[in-house]
Structures are given as structure tokens and as C-alpha cells.
């Protein structure tokens, strides 16, 4: 389901101008620049429904070339059932994940965020997907952002809380709980099943 008009045309609003910013050398240029970067500020708020001081407190640190987010997601199966978090800030169950650290490799960071959220150890062993957060219905965001999906391996660890997460529990794809929508999708588990039981399957893309 692709992101409604608005959102588009905001984020595409925030690129250029974050980019006129950055190449810029005309300041009357850059003066304009910066309006539109207020104007779609302004834009995201109300599309958000957040306050304009929070929008711009996420947008106003961003500099240079405007590239997407990288969010990345363990996959972890157990007994032919899924490892899923209870996100604090909604309440809602997700596969463990958050941003990739710069310099850091997507295998360490999914095992790390895992580690993490969880408490287990697992080794990354399978790219499963690489998906357009726009394009898989997830609920509007300020960001564009892909999304990664790596199959992991437990190798130790035991259930245990993050300051972000409460509970770690597995689920079989009858009993998934109410999910973190923002995080992940009833779409995105049904399809974390179906490379479960074809373990042969390719990469998923866009």
C-alpha cells in the first residue's frame, strides 16, 4: 500500500532542501532552502499529528545527502515459532530491531539489536528481505527507510527486559499478540513464516 500523497511530497520537500543545504553556495539560495525545509517541517507535523518542536528536533540534526534510513529486524524461530518483543513505548510486539550504528555490518547489528531486546545470543545466517517501508503498509513515518530482515540462530542467551522492551516471548502464526504496527506488520510476520518453511526461497526486495 503505497504512502499517501502528502507524506511523499513532504519527504521530497525535506530531501532538497536538506541537499540545497548542503550544496548550497548562493545564500539567498540557501534562504530559500531553508523555507522549504520549514515548510515541510511544518507539513510533517501535521501529517504526524506530533507537535512541530518534536518534528523539528528529529529533523533540524539531519545534514548532508538525503538518504534513506536503514531499520534492521532479527528473525529468530524456535520450535517452528517466532521470537517477538514488547515494545514499552506502544505496547505492541515486534521482531527485535532499531537502526543500524554506523560502521556497523547488518549481521552484527541484527544480532546485536536481539541481544539487546531479547536477551538471546543468535548469529545472523540468512538476508531474508530488503523492503521499502513505504511501499508494505506500515503506518506513515517522518523518515524514508528500509527495512532489513535477517534470519538468526539462537546460540545462548535467555529471555530478559531492555529499557525499550518488556517480555520476549515466541509465538506460532496462530497466536501472534497486537503488533507495534510501526515496527512491524501482520504482512511482514505471515512472510517471515512463509521463508520459514521454504528455506530455499530467494531474497525479497522492494
Known amino acids: 500500500m503505497p504512502i499517501p500523497q502528502c507524506l511523499d511530497w513532504a519527504q521530497r520537500l525535506e530531501m532538497l532542501a536538506q541537499s540545497g543545504l548542503q550544496y548550497g553556495e548562493n545564500e539567498y539560495d540557501r534562504e530559500r ?70 560502521n556497523e555490518p547488518p549481521s552484527r547489528a541484527a544480532e546485536r539489536e536481539v541481544w539487546e531486546e531479547s536477551g538471546f545470543k543468535v548469529k545472523a545466517r540468512k538476508l531474508l528481505a530488503v523492503l521499502d517501508r513505504n511501499q508494505h503498509g506500515f503506518p506513515p513515518y517522518i523518515f524514508h527507510a528500509y527495512k532489513i530482515y535477517i534470519l538468526c540462530e539462537i546460540t545462548g542467551g535467555a529471555p530478559s527486559d531492555s529499557h525499550e522492551t518488556a517480555g520476549a516471548r515466541f509465538f506460532a502464526p496462530d497466536e501472534i499478540p497486537p503488533l507495534s504496527l510501526a515496527r512491524t506488520t501482520p504482512e511482514v510476520i505471515e512472510r517471515m513464516f512463509e521463508h520459514y518453511t521454504h528455506p530455499d526461497w530467494p531474497t525479497d526486495f522492494d
Open 33 to 102: 532552502y531553508r523555507t522549504v525545509k520549514q515548510i515541510a517541517t511544518e507539513m510533517l507535523s501535521a501529517l504526524s499529528q506530533e507537535d512541530l518542536p518534536v518534528i523539528q528536533g528529529l529533523i533540524d540534526p539531519q545534514s548532508g545527502y538525503t538518504t534513506p534510513k536503514i531499520d534492521i529486524r532479527g528473525v529468530v524461530f524456535r520450535d517452528d515459532q517466532i521470537l517477538l518483543v514488547r515494545e514499552l513505548a506502544d505496547n505492541g510486539w515486534t521482531l527485535p530491531g532499531g537502526w543500524v550504528d554506523v
